[in-house]
């Protein structure tokens, strides 16, 4: 099974923006079909973006469609957030995510999970 860890998060003000980035170990990112989900407090885990295996096909959730980024650097099994334009409602733990249905965005089919990075926005 892979093993992935997230960095990049940190306190930033509304408007800036942040890299996340998902390192993996174990096996190459490439077998799966990679995502970030966020989770604020009080609030369940929610999809953010997910970018399917070995190919360009990516999908983003509506409240972040246009902001975010989700690339993959295969040589160094690595998978990237960008965010952008930031806001307080962004504030929340992200997690990286690896599962293996192409198009998912329920985090129930994504099977390996790093610990999460924290991003807060202030306003």
């Known amino acids: 099974q892979v093993q992935l860890v997230e960095s990049g998060g940190g306190s930033v003000q509304a408007g800036d923006s942040l890299r996340l980035s998902c390192a993996a170990s174990?096996?190459?990112?490439?077998?799966?079909?990679m995502g970030w989900f966020r989770q604020a407090p009080g609030k369940e885990r929610e999809f953010v973006a997910a970018?399917?295996?070995?190919?360009?096909?990516?999908y983003y959730a509506d409240s972040v469609k246009g902001r975010c980024t989700i690339s993959r650097d295969n040589t160094r099994n690595t998978v990237y957030l960008q965010m952008n334009s930031l806001n307080p409602e962004d504030t929340a733990v992200y997690y990286c995510?690896?599962?293996?249905?192409?198009?998912?965005?329920?985090?129930?089919?994504?099977?390996?999970w790093g610990h999460g990075t924290q991003v807060t926005v202030s306003s």
């Open positions: 995510a690896a599962g293996g249905v192409p198009g998912s965005t329920h985090a129930e089919d994504f099977t390996s």
């Open positions: 174990g096996r190459t990112i490439g077998l799966y079909v």
């Open positions: 970018r399917w295996r070995n190919t360009d096909k990516t």
